[in-house]
């Protein structure tokens, strides 16, 4: 199917960008003018909306974390192929089919590709100073950290690569890239060197505070754009993923100190460390996908971004 010109009907949509959705823009547009008939409908359908935009933004994620638990589950004690390889290349396997098939572009595969490499460096070292381990063997490992590991820090950047792109973004009183990035830095910096100085977490909770403390997302999930503060959406998106960590250490894909003798809970000191990673990564789609203000046209964004991801068309 080729791309779609910004002229074309669907081009305003989102799903234009994933081919097997494409099909699916008019009929969900005489859904939604059905629904809207009434304002319980219309409620119910925004809602509906919602959830099923988050479900295809969290699409990676969602097969990693699924992966972890099927193979915790039911993968074959003392198997040829240790569990840990099978989860990378599964991991592999399920990038090579995401683009074959449509369901993710090639501009979502680059920032998988930058978060896969900044994650594994800082599972590399943080393994090394025994802030968690990997209990399992594996062949397809970097100085004792499993492959698969930098795919799961991978799908954070999916997932905000994707729900950018889903409800249209748009951003009030966003600080200038040059601040962002230079926060996001000293951030990744601090998870390497409060292991020989000073931790500066407080300070950059602190720092993150007040470089977003105005920042409003706009974010649009059927007919009209809705505001959430920035840090808001940086602190729910984390939640989720130490929930999400929890089932990881659960199943003992991983574990930190605590967990080796009986599992419990991570605790929630991780839950800030998450957050402050969330600001690593939205610095990194931030860069590439440029903040705009609400008040911008959302045709030249879809226009620019299906440019950009035009190698995954046919």
Same mark, same amino acid.
């Given at each position: 199917?080729?791309?779609?010109?910004?002229?074309?009907?669907?081009?305003?949509?989102?799903?234009?960008?994933?081919?097997?959705?494409?099909?699916?823009?008019?009929?969900?547009?005489?859904?939604?003018?059905?629904?809207?008939?009434?304002?319980?409908?219309?409620?119910?359908?925004?809602?509906?909306?919602?959830? !099923?935009?988050?479900?295809?933004?969290?699409?990676?994620?969602?097969?990693?974390?699924?992966?972890?638990?099927?193979?915790?589950?039911?993968?074959?004690?003392?198997?040829?192929?240790?569990?840990?390889?099978?989860?990378?290349? +599964?991991?592999?396997? !399920?990038?090579?089919?995401?683009?074959?098939?449509?369901?993710?572009?090639?501009?979502?595969?680059?920032?998988?590709?930058?978060?896969?490499?900044?994650?594994?460096?800082?599972?590399?070292?943080?393994?090394?100073?025994?802030?968690?381990?990997?209990?399992?063997?594996?062949?397809?490992?970097?100085?004792?950290?499993?492959?698969?590991?930098?795919?799961?820090?991978?799908?954070?950047?999916?997932?905000?690569?994707?729900?950018?792109?889903?409800?249209?973004?748009?951003?009030?009183?966003?600080?200038?890239?040059?601040?962002?990035?230079?926060?996001?830095?000293?951030?990744?910096?601090?998870?390497?060197?409060?292991?020989?100085?000073?931790?500066?977490?407080?300070?950059?909770?602190?720092?993150?505070?007040?470089?977003?403390?105005?920042?409003?997302?706009?974010?649009? !999930?059927?007919?009209?754009?809705?505001?959430?503060?920035?840090?808001?959406?940086?602190?729910?998106?984390?939640?989720?993923?130490?929930?999400?960590?929890?089932?990881?250490?659960?199943?003992?894909?991983?574990?930190?100190?605590?967990?080796?003798?009986?599992?419990?809970?991570?605790?929630?000191?991780?839950?800030?460390?998450?957050?402050?990673?969330?600001?690593? +990564?939205?610095?990194?789609?931030?860069?590439?996908?440029?903040?705009?203000?609400?008040?911008?046209?959302?045709?030249?964004?879809?226009? +620019?971004?299906? +440019?950009?991801?035009?190698?995954?068309?046919?």
């Amino acid at each position: 199917m080729s791309g779609r010109g910004p002229g074309a009907p669907g081009a305003d949509s989102a799903a234009a960008l994933w081919r097997p959705l494409r099909g699916f823009i008019a009929r969900e547009r005489a859904l939604g003018r059905r629904a809207g008939r009434t304002r319980a409908g219309a409620l119910a359908y925004e809602l509906l909306r919602f959830g !099923v935009k988050m479900a295809w933004a969290c699409l990676f994620g969602a097969i990693m974390l699924a992966l972890i638990l099927a193979t915790a589950w039911l993968y074959p004690k003392g198997a040829a192929l240790t569990r840990y390889d099978f989860l990378t290349l +599964s991991a592999i396997a !399920v990038q090579i089919a995401m683009l074959r098939f449509g369901l993710e572009t090639w501009e979502e595969a680059r920032v998988i590709a930058l978060f896969h490499v900044v994650g594994t460096a800082m599972e590399i070292f943080k393994t090394q100073a025994g802030s968690w381990i990997y209990p399992e063997p594996a062949l397809l490992r970097i100085a004792g950290v499993p492959l698969f590991t930098g795919f799961m820090y991978a799908s954070v950047g999916s997932f905000i690569a994707r729900v950018w792109r889903l409800c249209d973004f748009r951003f009030d009183r966003h600080p200038p890239m040059g601040v962002v990035i230079a926060l996001a830095v000293a951030i990744y910096v601090n998870f390497f060197a409060h292991h020989f100085v000073a931790d500066i977490r407080l300070a950059l909770f602190a720092a993150t505070a007040l470089v977003f403390a105005r920042t409003v997302i706009w974010f649009k !999930v059927w007919r009209v754009h809705r505001p959430m503060p920035l840090l808001a959406a940086c602190f729910l998106t984390s939640l989720f993923i130490w929930i999400a960590e929890n089932v990881g250490t659960l199943t003992k894909t991983w574990l930190y100190p605590h967990q080796v003798q009986a599992w419990s809970m991570v605790g929630l000191g991780k839950l800030g460390a998450w957050f402050l990673l969330l600001v690593i +990564s939205y610095a990194m789609v931030a860069a590439v996908a440029r903040p705009q203000p609400r008040a911008q046209a959302r045709a030249s964004a879809v226009s +620019s971004v299906a +440019s950009a991801s035009a190698p995954a068309k046919t």
